[in-house]
């Protein structure tokens, strides 16, 4: 291979080698500040228009999320603070009672954590009416099926 070739191949991948890592960092970085909000907003309103809520449904919804917004926040941070505990315990080479407190620590706070949204998700089905309720289950199949397919292959049978 000719020198001048071999010069340009080297310097395309030296290429390709710097600006990967970069765009992974720049990745990573951004789905860190990313609190999910947009996902869950872009989910909230598929999920209206495909229920096809009333606006007093969607009002007493919103109200709903608002109340339990802080709890929710505050479980959250709650649960980052332990796991990051969690995580400098057993870097520093904690003994198992420290790691054993922590965990039950957590595991409390993951607990409250799906009794609220379990409360809220029992909440929404009170506002919603027979029909809106056959719609919820029909959406919840395709949705758990679609799931399965991309994250589990399908059936393995």
Known sequence: MS????????????????????????AIVNYQKHDHSERFDKFWMTLEEKLALRKEQKEELRKHREAVKEERKKLKEESKKLHKQIKDALESGADRSTLDSLGAQWGKVQVAKMEMAHKYQKKFKEILDEEQKAKLEKFKAEHRDEWEKKYRGGDDD
């Open 3 to 26: 020198s001048w070739k071999y010069l340009v191949a080297c310097m395309g991948l030296s290429g390709v080698l710097v600006a990967l890592p970069g765009q992974a960092d720049a």
